[in-house]
């Protein structure tokens, strides 16, 4: 049953992917402007310019240019980029790589942050410590992470000087793992708070809920052990709706994990998705922009799975 | 509830401890000496300097190759670089001014261990303008497009010793030579075998003081010193340029000292930053000019009173001084201020609103009219524009401002304004007077080259032919100054503001000098306590 779930969720990959491939195709070519510009430069004739062109193969009708692109990526071939000349394989992982370090880092911090938060706030509902922490959630729950990145910059880079204010390792220094987690907290942070907030909130009403279903009444009555109680009746029924708010934030700190990489310039797969796109690298934006699809699906689909898990009555919906 | 409740408080505070262990982990492990770290504005394009355009790029290329000749940029309080030999030890011009013999200078070899010679010479041109030749590379062409235009026939004389003929006399070949779109400046032939043409971009190999290490394409790239470096040697051991693309985060990162040096800082920045220490350096002859094109396509702007009461409209001297923080100069000619033929008396048309405005009466706008405006979302940012909008409103022209990504508007550019639109705008300039021509001459009309307000005055164009063919540097700044007063009566163009180059030192970078040129000679710097 699970297994044909799987099989279905992962069959619909393919459309998804293929349909985000034209789409992002079709928009590229929409854009005015000219990748000979970029690459010839404004003194290019118009003679130079479609040499060019029937070069990259960009004088060929769109469907045929289309054909030719996904012919090769069936063939795992992603292509050269236009603008460095680089196989775009070798310009895309270690960015998309630094890219994940950041998510993953993020949601961890999100996750670790908003499951205390919330669970600690449900647990003492109406409280003194309930209402600030709803406060402070609010609050970073509606900062634009550009803005709290460049606050947290001040104080903690500038001001105390504790952390660095950019980049991912020192560039006067051997790198190395520890220089790397150093760079990694102010970013990470900035991307995790505002999904952390979100996840607290979430926790703390699907917690709230839980508590008060008749069920775990009853179980008060007869007496449960509050620990056994809050883990095998209340937590557990609320999870699904936290799980999914959870798997959310991930697309979420996807996206502003790509804020945090402009402010602390972190060399990540946004930055590069940004040149290339300005400089119409169409290879590089393609394959960038199928990676990000990819990693989004999967990424839901690893989230309904868990849900799958947790509550099997869903497989049937 | 409690025992749970201190379950999650230990996670938590585990972790905090952990983050608090990270935050207290060593600041940043023990520096290189000499190591300058540069935080620029954008990622450089392709390190093949035949092969590529941009200022950006010329600062990092600037350091691993070089030419026949060179320009002196160590010097700052020249209006224009002198050219000196480089991998030409001396030349001499046939007195038609048509053959330049270049006497190559020995025992120079390329940081791969090649070495220079004739043959390297010959290769070099070959690749970049020699079309019937093997080593011919197509991508070149519109680069170096306004120095080859002018080349008839390369030949070696002998091993060291080779002699380039023109096909008509042209005196500011030279520098055009180092300021043309992309530079011919020499490669390695033989890594040009190894790696293939497109490799030259992750293979740079010439034969400058400082020689290639790395590059991550839009993180970061590592030079180092070349030991066997035929001058003298530099200072530095090694220099990074870092892009870092936003604003902000440049400051920050000179302010905690992850960089040592960034350019193009924000002008509301440059203040507190020399307030805090920091060394501003600006060049008042940057080769570089801000102007709007106005387009003679289109009706209002075919009279030359409008014209004239655009020109008057704007107040320069307010954006010099209100935007660029007194690191720009208001510009009032078409000849850049870092050319030998530049007048700083020429004042074309002092801010006069009230004069604009009578202007425009006479024009038939007494009640004004409505235009559009095209530009990048680019360098200067809106505030410029936005300025000039206002400026033009208080006189009666409503501006629609159209912004485009860089990008798009280059394409925009390139072939023309179309009639709906009265003005657009670019930043450009070399150190050479014969740059006007490229955006003012009647064969530079847009789509066929960068003329995009369709402007000619065959007038004009003679007198730049003249100058250009004109041995006489007095007599050839007499005519281009001539030309520039006439392209100015005509009121074709509006210069604005350029930027003096303003770049941002920390107080351990020495020897920095920034010379009037849009990029620099590292091997100068060294970085002290």
Not at chain 1, 48 to 69: E, K
Request: with cysteine; hydrophobic share 45%; proline share 7%.
């Amino acid at each position: 049953m699970l297994r044909s779930y799987l099989g279905k969720r992962l069959a619909a990959i393919l459309p998804v992917l293929f349909g985000v491939s034209v789409i992002i195709f079709l928009l590229m070519h929409l854009a005015p402007g000219d990748v000979t510009t970029v690459l010839l430069g404004p003194q290019a004739t118009e003679q130079d310019r479609v040499a060019l062109r029937h070069t990259l193969g960009l004088d060929q009708p769109l469907p045929v240019q289309y054909g030719r692109w996904l012919e090769r990526t069936a063939e795992g071939d992603f292509g050269t980029s236009i603008a460095t000349s680089l196989p775009v394989t070798a310009l895309i992982l270690p960015r998309f790589v630094n890219t994940i370090i950041l998510t993953v880092a993020s949601l961890f911090l999100a996750v670790l942050i908003g499951y205390s938060a919330g669970l600690f706030a449900a647990l003492r509902a109406r409280s003194w410590f309930d209402r600030s922490m709803m406060t402070v959630t609010l609050i970073f729950g509606s900062t634009p992470p550009f803005w709290l990145g460049l606050l947290l910059v001040l104080l903690f880079a500038l001001k105390l000087q504790w952390l660095p204010v950019s980049g991912m390792i020192d560039m006067a220094g051997d790198g190395g793992v520890l220089d790397t987690l150093h760079h990694l907290v102010l970013p990470a942070v900035t991307t995790a708070l505002a999904p952390a907030a979100i996840i607290a909130r979430m926790v703390r009403s699907s917690i709230l809920e839980s508590l008060g279903r008749p069920h775990v009444l009853v179980a008060r009555a007869k007496g449960l052990r509050r620990r056994d109680l809050l883990r095998r009746h209340v937590v557990l029924n609320a999870l699904p709706p936290i799980m999914t708010i959870t798997g959310l934030q991930l697309g979420y700190l996807l996206g502003g994990a790509l804020f945090s990489e402009v402010v602390f310039a972190w060399p990540g797969l946004g930055s590069l998705l940004y040149s290339s796109i300005t400089a119409r690298d169409m290879p590089v934006v393609q394959a960038a922009t199928l990676l990000i699809a990819l990693t989004f699906v999967l990424v839901n689909i690893l989230v309904d799975l868990v849900n799958v898990l947790i509550d099997p009555r869903l497989q049937e919906s | 509830m409690a025992r749970s409740g201190s379950l999650w408080m230990r996670l938590a505070s585990a972790c905090c401890l952990a983050a608090l262990g990270l935050a207290a982990a060593p600041a940043a492990p023990a520096r290189a000496a000499g190591t300058l770290i540069w935080g620029m504005p954008a990622d450089t394009d392709i390190l093949d300097p035949q092969a590529t355009g941009g200022w950006g790029t010329y600062q990092v290329t600037y350091q691993i190759f070089e030419g026949l000749v060179k320009e002196d940029l160590t010097k700052a309080d020249v209006s224009t670089p002198p050219i000196v030999p480089a991998l030409a030890e001396s030349w001499t011009v046939s007195p038609d001014g048509l053959q330049y013999t270049f006497k190559l200078r020995p025992g120079v070899k390329f940081q791969d261990g090649t070495p220079f010679d004739a043959a390297a010479v010959k290769f070099n041109f070959d690749r970049f303008w020699n079309k019937s030749s093997p080593d011919y590379y197509p991508k070149t062409a519109s680069f170096v497009a306004a120095y080859t235009k002018w080349i008839k026939a390369v030949d070696v004389l002998d091993p060291m010793t080779v002699r380039i003929t023109l096909t008509a006399p042209d005196y500011e070949w030279l520098r055009q030579g180092l300021q043309s779109y992309g530079q011919p400046l020499m490669i390695s032939p033989a890594s040009v075998k190894k790696y293939g043409n497109a490799g030259v971009a992750l293979h740079p190999v010439g034969t400058g003081p400082f020689m290639f290490v790395s590059r991550t394409q839009g993180v970061r790239t590592v030079l180092k010193r070349n030991p066997n470096y035929w001058g003298r040697p530099a200072k530095l051991d090694r220099i990074v340029f870092l892009p870092l693309e936003d604003p902000a985060t440049r400051v920050n990162a000179l302010r905690s000292g992850e960089v040592q040096m960034i350019s193009t800082p924000p002008w509301d920045d440059i203040d507190s930053l020399v307030k805090a220490g920091f060394t501003l350096s600006t060049n008042d002859h940057a080769p570089y000019i801000n102007f709007l094109y106005l387009n003679m396509h289109s009706k209002p702007f075919q009279d030359p009173r409008v014209r004239k009461a655009v020109n008057m409209a704007i107040d320069r001297e307010g954006i010099a001084r209100d935007i660029y923080r007194k690191t720009g100069r208001a510009e009032y000619g078409m000849l850049s201020p870092g050319t030998y033929a530049y007048d700083p008396n020429f004042k074309s048309y002092p801010y006069d609103p009230a004069a604009a405005k009578k202007l425009l009466a006479e024009a038939g706008y007494p009640n004004g009219f409505t235009t559009v405006f095209e530009l990048p979302q680019y360098g200067t940012g809106e505030l410029v524009e936005t300025w000039i909008q206002r400026d033009l409103k208080k006189i009666g022209i409503n501006v629609e401002l159209r912004k485009y990504e860089w990008v798009t508007y280059l394409g925009l550019w390139a072939k023309g304004m179309t009639n709906d639109v009265g003005m657009d705008e670019i930043g450009w300039g070399m150190s050479t007077p014969s740059w006007v021509d490229i955006v003012v001459e009647c064969g530079s009309v847009a789509p066929n080259g960068e003329n995009s307000g369709y402007y000619c005055n065959p007038k004009v164009d003679a007198l730049l032919n003249q100058a250009l063919t004109t041995k006489d540097q007095g007599a050839a700044k007499a005519l281009y100054q001539k030309a520039n007063r006439m392209i100015m009566d005509d009121a074709a163009y509006v210069p604005t503001v350029d930027d003096l180059d303003p770049v941002i030192l920390s107080p351990k970078v020495h020897g920095f000098v920034n010379p009037p040129e849009d990029w620099f000679d590292l091997s100068t710097v060294s970085i002290g306590n």
